[in-house]
């Protein structure tokens, strides 16, 4: 569906509900969806979307998933306060993952770090590189 708009100027768009209605999910109806600070370009995260996920997304301006763990809905920072305030909704160039320019209030990570991906690999290891937030209150309490 997006490939239509290869090699189109700046402004070619189509409709969001045909983009939508066309987004090739998995097997298990999911699409990869990776979250980055809008400002830092930090990326934060990698999660996955359903449909439903998406339309909430959309609608409310806060980022929701889809917990393959849990099977529901995951709507970022609802027990934390960890929220992700969306600014910005990207497709790939083939549709089939999203990007979302996020304002990442608090960690993004279950660990309690800014980042999901604080493993690095340094020669033949994989090096921790960050630390948990250290937040003057717990995020719930928000």
């Known amino acids: ?3 239509r708009l290869e090699g189109s100027p700046i402004g070619a768009s189509l409709p969001l509900t045909e ?4 987004l090739p999910f998995d097997q298990q109806g999911l699409v990869a969806a990776v979250a980055q600070q809008f400002d ?3 990326v934060l995260m990698l999660a996955w979307m359903n449909r439903a996920a998406i339309n909430e997304t959309l609608a409310t301006g806060f980022a929701c998933y ?4 849990r099977q529901s809905l995951w709507r970022k920072g609802e027990t934390s306060g960890c929220r992700q305030r969306v600014i910005e909704t990207r497709f790939d160039c083939d549709g089939d993952a999203l990007l979302l320019l996020v304002d990442q209030l608090g960690g993004a990570c279950h660990t309690g770090r800014r980042s999901c991906f604080y493993n690095a690999v340094k020669d033949d290891r994989v090096e921790v590189i960050s630390t948990p937030l250290q937040l003057p209150f717990h995020p719930s309490q928000k």
């Open 66 to 69: 889809w917990s393959r763990s």
């Open 1 to 3: 569906m997006l490939t």
């Open 19 to 22: 983009v939508l209605a066309n």
């Open 40 to 42: 830092t370009l930090e």
